[in-house]
């Protein structure tokens, strides 16, 4: 594996600037303390979503001052920078349908928001995940309980402690002799729906394996050339995207039948002409893998191909 001389460097949720003050989370009581606190900042959840404050193009994350019920709620220390206040994530109740407030998930906002706040919630987003999907201990099957002000669960039968995992996946621009990058639809997509190859880190396995491992597996290519190019926080729901290009040796595409439901070749032309007249949708800017395909591509793509789901 080689690392380009370029790397993407502007990838949102990559480039989160609060001090996540570590050492404070071993503090006995701190959560309580925190959300008796007025000057603490707590940033509500409320089924994967935030309230948002300002203009579509300046939006900020609204975060407010504890309230009492934030006590008895799933709450994490984000952290704290020096002489600032300190950031606290709690998991709200839902909200009316009325509700008059402006919630939004991370995929509609983390283009607008500024680098800060955006890894503020994609940290608050992937630790809330976490939690919400280990709520019982792996080895005795009894309940486990937040602790270390929500950056471990430890369980109340055997004593063991869980720490918040984070899924590996390497992400891929294969291009062929000709220049030409490979498209894929997921089997699961809708129609329309392309993006570049992906899939999740093996134990054992280095990242440049991953990456020649999933190309052979889903297309029946192989690959070499392969270059590291940047990597992203993708807390959905928690996982790191690593970023690769990879040359292909040959060109005939042998799909998996399984994980695929379409792949094929495109220039630069025709990817222009095929998110155009709508035969191509490709995810929004804040993720990776639109960031390698503008990459290849040399500049933006339009945007008028873009996919976006209803909430996340």
């Not at 976490?130 to 430890?154: F, I, L």
């Not at 889903?218 to 990879?246: C, I, K, R």
């Amino acid at each position: 594996m080689t690392c380009a001389a370029e790397t993407i460097r502007d990838l949102p949720l990559a480039h989160g600037s609060l001090d996540r003050a570590a050492h404070r989370r071993r503090e006995p009581g701190l959560l309580d303390a925190l959300l008796s606190d007025p000057a603490t900042r707590v940033l509500e959840l409320v089924g994967g979503t935030v309230e948002v404050v300002g203009t579509d193009g300046e939006l900020s994350l609204h975060q407010r001052p504890p309230v009492p019920a934030d006590r008895h709620r799933l709450a994490v220390f984000l952290g704290q920078d020096d002489g600032g206040p300190a950031h606290v994530a709690v998991v709200g109740d839902p909200v009316d349908e009325g509700d008059p407030r402006s919630w939004r998930g991370l995929r509609q906002v983390a283009t607008v928001l500024d680098d800060r706040e955006a890894g503020m919630l994609a940290t608050a987003l992937a630790l809330t995940n976490w939690h919400a999907a280990h709520t019982h201990c792996p080895r005795c099957g009894h309940a486990t309980t937040p602790e270390q002000a929500g950056w471990v669960r430890r369980c109340g039968h055997d004593g063991s402690e869980h720490y918040p995992r984070t899924d590996v996946a390497v992400i891929m621009s294969v291009t062929d002799a000709d220049d030409r990058l490979l498209l894929a639809r997921g089997a699961e997509w809708p129609e329309g729906r392309f993006s570049v190859l992906a899939g999740f880190l093996e134990p054992g396995e280095s990242l440049e394996a991953a990456v020649a491992r999933e190309v052979r597996e889903e297309v029946g290519l192989e690959v070499g050339d392969v270059t590291f190019l940047g990597n992203q926080p993708w807390p959905f729901p928690t996982s790191l995207m690593v970023g690769f290009t990879a040359r292909a040796v040959g060109s005939a595409i042998e799909l998996d039948g399984d994980e695929l439901a379409e792949a094929f070749w495109v220039t630069r032309e025709g990817l222009a002409e095929r998110i155009a007249d709508g035969r191509v949708l490709v995810s929004s800017r804040m993720s990776i893998s639109h960031r390698l395909m503008e990459r290849w591509y040399g500049q933006r793509l339009p945007t008028t191909g873009e996919w976006r789901p209803a909430r996340s």
